[in-house]
């Protein structure tokens, strides 16, 4: 069985760190990718990162780059997400997802949704 588990959500002040973690089980890390979601209230979830751990190829959307960097421990079966410089706007619940790395696509699809997905951790940033 496929399971995502993500920790490391906090209550942070503007300009501080958190680094999430996303544990996995259940399938073949090095055969999949993983991405960073994030869905902040009243708003669509959107894609935050993402990262393949066949070759390390990273993915980030504009707002996370400079600031967010996904990392990989195959060792752990773990995905990363360092956030550094925090604003009120990166206040949101963040999920992590899995796919194939042939699938990777679904991370960038607004119709087709990647099948794994873990139950969130909410950052809270405050002024």
């Known amino acids: 069985e496929v399971q995502l588990a993500e920790s490391g959500g906090d209550l942070v002040q503007v300009g501080d760190s958190l680094r999430l973690s996303c544990e996995t089980s259940g399938f073949t890390f090095r055969d999949y990718a993983i991405a960073w979601f994030r869905q902040a209230p009243g708003k669509e979830r959107e894609l935050v990162s993402s990262i393949s751990n066949n070759d390390g190829s990273t ?3 504009d707002f996370a780059k400079g600031r967010f960097t996904i990392s990989s421990d195959n060792a752990k079966n773990t995905v990363y997400l360092q956030m550094n410089s925090l604003k009120p706007e990166d206040t949101a619940v963040y999920y992590c997802a899995a796919a194939s ?4 696509w ?11 997905w873990g139950q969130g951790t909410r950052v809270t940033v405050s002024l």
Not at 101 to 104: E, G, N, S
Not at 106 to 116: E, I, T
Request: proline share 0%; charged share 30%; net charge positive.
């Open 59 to 61: 993915y980030y959307v």
């Open 101 to 104: 790395v042939d699938r990777l």
């Open 106 to 116: 679904v991370f960038f699809s607004r119709s087709v949704k990647s099948d794994y």
